[in-house]
């Protein structure tokens, strides 16, 4: 294959990745994404009218966000500045800018891309700001996390967000056979055949990242030997050599960790036990702390089982336990016994929704003394003044001596709450499961106190 030069002056030779020699030059050659790129789409009518704004391209890795922002400089006749946050500092960009401000001066543009940009401090992406408010520059960052939470409020007003998703299978298989067809830039001149078990490995285990594809691709390409007719043959069994892994698109302190979490306890909470034991497999695979997964286990068996079962909070402790003491790979057993009970358990929110409408009333109400016959007496000037005056013990009452039935009985001995909440009613048991039976009991206990 001959050499060549990338976009923009960048080698991209025979000693340059797979991944890099492939990367699209032009919009017809962009695969995916039509969601923002597709004919008539408002990105593409900006790019293609020469009118494109500062963006912020928010999507997982392989998705196309450095090959965008390369064909965005070069549709646009701009000179392409690329920096990465994981090493570049203000002096760096100051370097950039003041670049920048010469070619402006000379009448060229420049597009400035910022790799990673969420790994920016503040006063890094603040640097920058001013260039992009009067025009310096053409400001595209590339990030994998939520810019919500990781871009200054004052870049993103001025910048437009767009999001690429992961690529579909489809979108993937379409890259890797323009890989095996290129002469030029991909792996033509190798004649590299792709057994359909193989290329069904390849795409899949990319999990929609093109990278990680043609890397693969490369890699397994390299080692496979050439027959006699000179083909190189790349059966399943290369390619999941070659990978190694499949890719995961989780990372345990952003939007992936996030995501999965909010959907195991949605799961959870849902009565699906077989999304909650897919989405807690999903988070073991990707190496998330069991301890984690466990507390959060541990917090829903009150908060979305409760009184209905009490005892899934018994079973969400146990399971603590054991993950603590076995720990992985073998912990997943309890964890994935504690997620299945939990799933299919009876649901009640009574204790949640019980303890904050009694904290609304102790915040926004006046915090009333404690009713003087529920007071502790301890001396006898407390006992002077009335403290525990009053109170009725329950075990010494005649109706709880003499009741029988797996609750108390119905009727209160005395009024328990200040007066000014006498009449409240913060708890409302549910009509699943356990809970079920203090329906009717709760309401001949509130009915006959109001009598």
């Given at each position: 294959?001959?050499g060549?030069?990338s976009l923009?002056?960048?080698?991209?030779?025979?000693?340059?990745?797979l991944?890099?020699?492939?990367?699209?030059?032009?919009?017809?050659?962009?695969v995916?994404?039509?969601?923002i790129?597709?004919?008539?789409?408002a990105?593409?009518r900006?790019?293609?009218?020469?009118?494109?704004?500062?963006l912020?391209?928010?999507?997982?890795?392989?998705?196309?966000?450095t090959?965008?922002?390369?064909?965005?400089a070069?549709?646009?006749?701009?000179?392409?500045?690329?920096?990465s946050?994981?090493?570049?500092?203000?002096?760096?960009?100051?370097?950039?800018?003041?670049?920048?401000?010469?070619?402006?001066?000379l009448?060229?543009?420049?597009?400035?891309?910022?790799?990673?940009?969420?790994?920016?401090?503040?006063?890094?992406?603040?640097?920058?700001?001013?260039y992009?408010?009067?025009?310096?520059?053409?400001?595209?960052?590339?990030?994998?996390?939520?810019?919500?939470?990781?871009v200054?409020?004052?870049?993103?007003?001025?910048?437009?967000?767009?999001?690429?998703?992961a690529?579909?299978?489809e979108?993937?298989?379409?890259?890797?056979?323009?890989?095996?067809?290129?002469r030029e830039?991909?792996?033509?001149?190798?004649?590299?055949?792709?057994e359909?078990?193989a290329?069904?490995a390849l795409?899949?285990?990319?999990?929609?990242?093109?990278?990680?594809?043609l890397?693969?691709?490369?890699?397994?390409?390299?080692?496979?030997?050439?027959?006699?007719?000179?083909?190189?043959?790349?059966?399943?069994?290369?390619?999941?050599d070659?990978?190694?892994?499949?890719?995961?698109?989780?990372?345990?302190?952003?939007?992936?960790?996030?995501?999965?979490t909010?959907a195991?306890?949605?799961s959870i909470?849902?009565?699906?036990?077989?999304a909650?034991?897919?989405?807690?497999?999903?988070?073991?695979?990707?190496g998330?702390?069991?301890?984690?997964?466990?507390?959060?286990?541990?917090?829903?068996?009150?908060?979305?089982?409760?009184?209905?079962?009490?005892?899934?909070?018994?079973?969400?402790?146990?399971?603590?336990?054991?993950?603590?003491?076995?720990?992985?790979?073998e912990?997943?057993?309890?964890?994935?016994?504690?997620t299945?009970?939990?799933?299919?358990?009876?649901?009640?929110?009574?204790?949640?929704?019980?303890?904050?409408?009694?904290?609304?009333?102790v915040?926004?109400?006046?915090?009333e003394p404690?009713?003087?016959?529920?007071?502790?007496?301890?001396?006898r000037?407390?006992?002077?003044?009335?403290?525990?005056?009053?109170?009725?013990?329950?075990?010494?009452?005649?109706?709880?001596?003499?009741?029988?039935?797996?609750?108390?009985?119905?009727?209160?001995?005395?009024?328990?709450?200040?007066?000014n909440?006498?009449?409240?009613?913060?708890?409302?048991?549910?009509?699943?499961?356990?809970e079920?039976?203090?329906?009717?009991?709760?309401?001949?206990?509130?009915?006959?106190?109001?009598?």
């Open positions: 294959m001959n060549g030069m923009f002056g960048r080698s991209a030779g025979n000693d340059a990745p991944a890099a020699r492939m990367r699209p030059r032009a919009l017809d050659e962009f995916g994404q039509t969601e790129l597709g004919e008539g789409r990105l593409r900006a790019i293609e009218s020469d009118r494109v704004p500062s912020i391209l928010w999507g997982p890795p392989g998705t196309g966000k090959t965008l922002a390369e064909i965005v070069r549709m646009t006749g701009a000179h392409f500045e690329q920096l946050a994981v090493s570049a500092g203000v002096a760096d960009l100051r370097k950039a800018v003041a670049q920048a401000q010469h070619r402006r001066s009448g060229k543009r420049t597009v400035l891309f910022i790799d990673e940009i969420h790994r920016f401090n503040k006063a890094q992406q603040d640097a920058v700001l001013p992009v408010e009067d025009g310096t520059l053409t400001l595209i960052g590339a990030t994998t996390e939520n810019p919500s939470f990781e200054n409020s004052a870049l993103l007003s001025r910048a437009r967000v767009f999001v690429l998703q690529l579909r299978d979108d993937v298989d379409a890259i890797v056979d323009r890989a095996l067809r290129d830039r991909g792996l033509g001149t190798l004649d590299v055949r792709l359909e078990g290329r069904t795409v899949r285990l990319s999990n929609g990242d093109a990278r990680v594809a890397g693969t691709l490369e890699f397994a390409a390299n080692a496979a030997q050439p027959g006699i007719d000179g083909t190189r043959t790349l059966d399943a069994a290369l390619i999941a070659a990978m190694q892994r499949r890719a995961i698109t989780y990372d345990k302190s952003g939007d992936g960790h996030y995501d999965v909010s195991f306890i949605k909470r849902g009565s699906d036990p077989d909650a034991v897919y989405y807690l497999a999903r988070m073991i695979d990707a998330e702390d069991p301890l984690f997964i466990v507390r959060r286990l541990v917090i829903l068996a009150s908060e979305d089982v409760g009184l209905a079962d009490s005892r899934a909070l018994q079973i969400a402790v146990a399971a603590q336990q054991a993950v603590h003491f076995v720990g992985l790979p912990g997943f057993y309890p964890l994935a016994h504690c299945l009970y939990l799933a299919t358990a009876p649901k009640s929110n009574s204790v949640g929704r019980a303890y904050f409408e009694a904290m609304e009333d915040l926004e109400t006046r915090n404690v009713p003087l016959h529920l007071r502790n007496a301890p001396t000037l407390m006992k002077g003044l009335g403290y525990g005056r009053g109170y009725d013990y329950a075990h010494g009452d005649q109706r709880y001596r003499e009741h029988t039935g797996d609750l108390p009985p119905h009727e209160r001995l005395q009024a328990y709450l200040p007066e909440l006498r009449d409240r009613a913060y708890f409302a048991p549910g009509e699943q499961g356990e079920a039976r203090l329906v009717q009991w709760i309401a001949r206990r509130r009915s006959d106190d109001r009598a």
